[in-house]
């Protein structure tokens, strides 16, 4: 990017392209599959597509939070409506096959109700976020430092491959036999 000041920023528009394809991926990925559908995990060890979209939000909402300085979506009345066996801060990050097991959903709309609320979360923050903030270091435990821009990257990558991953379990569960 050049440093004429008469050229519009493309990263507000880059960022909200990128993160609206998810917006619209998790929804089909969950579009007419069943509570047990969604919890089928391939293998013991494997992850569902239940909680590969819950873990996709709540790290996208979490680290979306924590850059915009606000309290969490989750926190908000999504928790509660999950009532799930995990801390009220968990997001997925570490957990066990047994954790991951542990995941349940009754109704398949608290899925793709949270991922919008989280959504709008995100847009709402990258409406606000300026050029120069991309630059901004916000960990220095890294080398190099990781700023703004390199942690919405990150965030993105992160929901890209989760779903992308829920998007392969959705074919299995599609062409498995009925138990």
Known sequence: MTDDPNRPDRSHAILLDAFGRIAEGVPAVIDGLSAPQLLWQPDPA?????????????????????????????????????????PSGAHGFGMSAAEVAAFRLTEPALLTGYYAATHEATTRYLADLEPADHDRVIDRHWTPPVTVAVRIVSIFDDAAKHLGQAEYVRGLVLRRRPD
């Open 46 to 86: 494997a992850n569902s597509i239940g909680w590969l979209v819950w873990h996709l939000t709540r790290q996208q909402d979490e680290q979306i939070a924590h850059l915009a300085g606000t309290p969490s979506v989750y926190r908000d009345g999504w928790e509660y409506g999950f009532g799930l066996p995990y």
